[in-house]
């Protein structure tokens, strides 16, 4: 099983930037990719963003240009730099490990204070 600790949210101003941190422990020989999804308020939980032990990455549209994901195996950490922060970027931020099962992070408010 694969534990996932987040860090990093927080209140920014339209045009700000953040950056998340997921910390991985555990089995995580088993991870073959990570990433992020976000809730915003009333909606539906999307994928940001996701990167293979390839290091392949994936991010949704909305967030294509600003956002990037980044892996440092030393420290079984994943990163999330949200940069041109929008107000439509405002949710709960929660990190993902994909292995023979799926972990979840325990989310990081991921704010604007539009």
């Known amino acids: 099983q694969v534990q996932l600790v987040e860090s990093g949210g927080g209140l920014v101003q339209p045009g700000g930037s953040l950056r998340l941190s997921c910390a991985a422990s555990g089995s995580i020989f088993s991870i073959a990719a990570m990433g992020w999804y976000r809730q915003a308020p009333g909606k539906q939980r999307e994928l940001v963003a996701a990167?293979?032990?390839?290091?392949?990455?994936d991010y949704a549209d909305a967030v294509k240009g600003r956002f990037s994901i980044s892996e440092d195996n030393a420290e079984n950490t994943v990163y999330l730099q949200m940069n041109s922060l929008k107000p439509e970027d405002t949710g709960v931020y929660y990190c993902?490990?994909?292995?023979?099962?799926?972990?979840w992070g325990q989310g990081t408010q991921g704010t604007d204070s539009s």
């Open positions: 993902y490990a994909q292995g023979g099962t799926w972990s």
């Open positions: 990167i293979t032990t390839g290091d392949s990455t």
